[in-house]
């Protein structure tokens, strides 16, 4: 399939929904063909995932004082900004 950069704009959900089904899709802008396809073929959406490493203070291994009072002075400054 070969579409115009306006209507990959307006569909670009949708047609890189079917380059990751495997089909061909080409967009063509000032001249230049693109062509649309996945990295890689590493399974389903969730296994490409990136985890997220998540710090909980209140954890009993957590003793790093001055990260904690870090942590406490940026979310202070962001929430006064808002």
Do not use: Y
Request: net charge negative; no cysteine.
């Amino acid at each position: 399939m070969e579409v115009s950069i306006t209507q990959f704009r307006q569909k670009i959900f949708d047609l890189v929904n079917q380059a990751m089904d495997g089909s061909e899709v080409w967009v063509t802008h000032k001249g230049r063909r693109f062509k649309i396809t996945p990295d890689h073929d590493s399974g389903s959406r969730l296994s490409r995932i990136t985890p997220l490493e998540v710090i909980n203070p209140e954890s009993p291994g957590f003793s790093d004082s001055s990260l904690q009072e870090e942590m406490v002075r940026a979310w202070e400054r962001d929430w006064s900004t808002l």
